[in-house]
């Protein structure tokens, strides 16, 4: 379990210790993680809570044994982690679209969590010219050095915008002028049903739960991919291919 830790976080950048975290937020560092050892407290702790607040930032309460397991330093019960790309908003990079005269494409990743999916569809995302990946802030996979490696560095290239209100953020979406496309097995309608020379936004579901209700309910189109095999289904950064490339093959007629 400490070996593992230690490799999922080896090429990224860790801070520890209460002030050295409160400075790297306000110095504007996009934090990956943040964990704080459960229990502890103190005027410096509630300075970093501040900060934390006024940043959107999240912290996992965790033993103090598994900061111990990731740096036996003087952490002072707060270990952080920087994010090696800086995530972006996606109110900024849609009007930019349509100001370019280009028809947005974005992909919406419900939670999916696991790093090397995550890599995976971003490679192929970036390849096909989609604009951004829209991601929750919360329950998604971390973009770490395992995820960079995946996506043979699309990570770099393509906006990825995570946003704490992940409906809300959806919803701009429809506001916007994008049609919800839901990848689901929910519906009897193939992937090739929807038109998406439209501006499109194409949701993908999480490799456990699918997508959420709530995105489901709002949909403009759900779409399936046909299955004929007896595994009833394919890996998620498949999935993401094979309907990205549906997209693409429209735009490109």
């Given amino acids: ?25 306000r110095a504007g560092k996009e934090i990956e993680s943040l964990y704080i050892q459960r229990g502890i407290s103190g005027g410096l702790l509630n300075e970093l809570r501040i900060v934390m607040q006024e940043n959107g930032i999240t912290a996992q309460q965790v033993p103090v044994e598994k900061l111990n397991r990731i740096t036996m330093k003087n952490h002072q019960g707060v270990v952080a982690f920087i994010s090696p790309i800086t995530y972006q908003k996606i109110e900024n990079i849609i009007p930019d679209v349509y100001e370019r005269g280009e028809v947005p494409l974005v992909l919406v990743l419900d939670s999916i969590t696991d790093v090397r999916n995550m890599g995976a569809i971003a490679r192929t995302a970036e390849c096909a010219g989609v604009h951004a990946i829209v991601v929750p802030a919360k329950g998604s996979a971390q973009i770490n050095p395992d995820a960079i490696k995946t996506s043979a560095g699309a990570l770099y290239k393509i906006p990825v915008c995570r946003h704490d209100n992940f409906m809300q953020t959806v919803k701009y979406l429809q506001e916007a002028g994008l049609q919800l496309v839901c990848c689901t097995e929910k519906t009897n309608d193939y992937l090739y049903k929807p038109d998406y020379t439209a501006p499109t936004a194409i ?31 394919l890996n998620v950064s498949v999935s993401a291919g094979v309907i990205i490339y549906e997209a693409v093959r429209q735009r490109s007629v």
Avoid at 13 to 19: A, L, N, P, W
Avoid at 207 to 224: P, Q, S, V
Avoid at 225 to 232: L, Q, S, V
């Fill in 203 to 233: 949701v993908m579901g999480s490799e456990e739960d699918g997508i959420r209700n709530d995105i489901i309910r709002i949909a403009d189109h759900l779409a399936k991919i046909p299955m004929y095999g007896e595994i009833e289904s």
């Fill in 1 to 25: 379990m400490a070996f593992n830790t230690r490799q999922q976080h080896e090429s990224n950048q860790m801070v520890f210790g209460i002030r050295a975290v409160v400075e790297a937020i």
